[in-house]
């Protein structure tokens, strides 16, 4: 028999990945009053289990103040592996508010055989590693960008789920808009239908990415593979 709802727990996932929706339905189902905050980068997100907020907190004091006056019992950090600064921002809010704070670590992705990955510490170190000349499928959200738009010698395909403001700063690009295929073969008709000679990427590890990564083997495409931070 579930608890009554004012004596449910109340958890706060910090969302927007598919294994923070796998969390949020769980716990759900078991019961548990679930709120999934997302960054809101996504004009129109899949549907969620139990309650959604959208936007920032304001900061690490701002989530610590959240985290109070709607008394979370307990955080659950299920965010991009990339999201270095909301990670940071929740260890010092769950730490101020003196709950606990819980870190599902989604494995990286490990070099097969035959896979040609140039490994590289950041964006800009994975804008250099391009050839005068390439034909590069950025497979990277609209915020980092930028740093492309130093290689004017080079062409970019840029895919993103909700069209973008105004057009993008890189000098020549094509837009695709969708959200990746888990289906290697389908990945790999698009690189060939945008004659794709390279992938940039972050290694996220997880399923959901993995499709392009295949593809990417199958056709012999060099990845330039952004290493998460140590």
């Known amino acids: 028999m579930a608890a009554p709802a004012d004596r449910r727990e109340t958890i706060l996932i910090l969302g927007g990945t598919a294994e923070a929706a796998a969390i949020a339905r769980r716990l759900v189902d078991a019961g548990a009053d679930v709120v999934t905050s997302l960054a809101g980068r996504t004009s129109n997100p899949a549907p969620l289990p139990g309650r959604i907020r959208t936007g920032g907190f304001g900061g690490a004091e701002g989530l610590a103040r959240y985290i109070v006056e709607n008394r979370i019992a307990r955080v659950i950090d299920a965010t991009h592996p990339f999201a270095n600064r909301i990670s940071q921002n929740a260890r010092l ?4 508010a003196g709950i606990s704070l819980e870190r599902p670590e989604r494995p990286a992705w490990e070099k097969q055989p035959g896979d ?12 250099a590693a391009l050839p005068a000349g390439a034909r590069v499928f950025l497979a990277l959200g609209r915020q980092h960008l930028a740093v492309f738009e130093s290689r004017p010698d080079c ?4 895919r993103m789920v909700d069209p973008p403001e105004k057009p993008l700063g890189l000098a020549g690009y094509d837009l695709i808009l969708g959200k990746p295929s888990v289906n290697p073969e389908e990945e790999a008709d698009l690189f060939r239908a945008h004659r794709v000679t390279h992938l940039v990427c972050r290694n996220s590890g997880g399923d959901a990415g993995y499709g392009k990564i ?3 083997r199958k056709m012999g495409l060099p990845v330039v593979m952004i290493r998460r931070a140590t």
Do not use: P, Q, T, Y
């Not at 809010?93 to 101020?96: E, K, L, M, P, R």
């Not at 040609?116 to 804008?127: H, M, P, Q, R």
């Not at 062409?155 to 840029?158: I, K």
């Open 155 to 158: 062409h970019f395909v840029v």
């Open 214 to 216: 295949a593809a990417a």
């Open 116 to 127: 040609n990955w140039i490994e590289v510490k950041s964006l800009g170190d994975a804008a």
């Open 93 to 96: 809010a769950c730490a101020a």
